[in-house]
């Protein structure tokens, strides 16, 4: 005689059509009365009820269901579409093709809960073999950002991404400097360049690219005040950037940069070559007044290194900032005040980002040593 199941132990059939055991059980009610059944199903009495116990442990732990037909590129499109707002066009249109190009063409066809750690480390050790460890690290970021993104959307039940580690890539392009000839002959060479006044001004500054491209007049002292006590030279304010909120890179990149002579020369002809232009107009614009962009400040930089007896394919107007450091750190400025003008929070970033650039010479000794013997002679 069969033993009835007990209240609260859900139901075992066998579905002929499936040709599988089926275990359910009502685990509670909707606001509107409808029961919430979950269900299991297995070739043998004991695997449907496995699974029916796994199904409601998930439901007990506030997870909802699985959907088992969710791909990696599924949750890879949804993050794209969906969880980008905040980034400017320029960004969603490099992730998507990073997205496209290299993790959904290799990852995309495998189920989000299938994904394991071991796939995710096989791709990126294959990865390893071309791309750049930043690159790596991007990747890995994108990946991760839209499988927490899926999993909180109750795709997948947890983030396999977040478990691994990024190799260590190729080798990037190693950032360089301009020597001071080589400085030279790049400013004599920008003189006839449109980009003359940029050049000069990124270069005997160090003010990175995407705050120049978005300097506007109303941000430029051209005429300082050289009356005062103490004199208050041209200056700008180096208070915006090109970046999806308008902001600096940090807090501390909003600074105020004192100009040298050559700066405020180069910007005052600048200035009367685009007709006394309104305050709210940008200093560094296209031919049509629109805002440049790095395709735009690339173009125009590499005939004037080349004319500047420079391969132009080993040149960027990032290095300009990089020139901008060791130059400083040659002529023996302190660390710190190198960090100060470049809108650095503290020395670690220079050291790290621009160490190839700095000078590591103690002057402090030999200035207070000369001092004492030229005393005794």
């Known amino acids: 005689m069969t033993t009835r199941r007990a209240r609260g132990e859900g139901g075992l059939h066998w579905d002929e059509a499936r040709q599988r055991w089926i275990a359910t059980i009502t685990v509670g009610y909707t606001p509107a009365g409808k029961r919430i059944v979950r269900k299991g199903s297995g070739k043998t009495k004991t695997e449907a009820r496995t699974k029916l116990r796994e199904k409601i442990r998930d439901y007990e732990d506030g997870l909802a269901l699985v959907q088992d037909g ?6 890879l499109t949804d993050w794209l579409a969906y969880g980008l707002s905040s980034q400017s066009e320029s960004t969603k249109a490099n992730y998507t093709t990073l997205v496209r190009s290299h993790i959904i063409s290799d990852l995309g066809a495998r189920k989000l809960r299938d994904l394991s750690a071991t796939d995710v480390d096989r791709w990126l050790m294959g990865k390893a073999q071309r791309l750049s ?10 990946l991760n950002r839209a499988v927490n993104r899926a999993m909180a959307r109750d795709r997948v039940k947890r983030n396999v991404v977040a478990l691994c580690e990024v190799p260590t890539g190729r080798g990037g392009r190693p950032s360089k400097s301009l020597t001071l000839d080589h400085a030279k002959a790049l400013l004599i060479a920008a003189e006839s360049s449109s980009l003359h006044a940029y050049i000069v001004v990124s270069l005997l500054t160090g ?5 120049l491209r978005a300097l506007t ?12 006590d103490p004199p208050v030279p041209p200056s700008i304010q180096v208070w915006r950037s090109v970046r999806a909120d308008g902001d600096t890179k940090t807090k501390k990149s909003r600074r105020t940069l004192a100009l040298p002579a050559r700066c405020a020369t180069a910007l005052t002809t600048h200035h009367e070559r685009q007709g006394q232009p309104a305050a709210d107009r940008l200093v560094f614009a296209s031919t049509t007044g629109t805002a ?12 004037v290194v080349a004319k500047a007896g420079l391969d132009p394919r080993d040149w960027t107007p990032r290095e300009l900032r990089h020139s901008f450091v060791s130059l400083l750190s040659d002529s023996g400025m302190s660390l710190e005040q190198i960090a100060d003008l470049c809108g650095h929070s503290g020395t670690t970033v220079t050291e790290t980002v621009y160490r190839h650039q700095l000078r590591p010479v103690l002057l402090g000794g030999a ?7 030229d005393a005794e002679a």
């Open 70 to 75: 969710h791909t990696v590129a599924d949750a």
């Open 133 to 142: 460890t930043r690159t790596l690290r991007l990747l890995h970021s994108l």
């Open 207 to 211: 003010a990175r690219t995407e705050e």
């Open 217 to 228: 007049w109303s941000h430029v002292d051209l005429a300082g005040k050289p009356d005062s």
């Open 292 to 303: 440049l962009d790095r395709h735009n400040v690339l173009r125009a930089f590499r005939p």
């Open 367 to 373: 200035v207070a040593m000369d001092r004492i013997f």
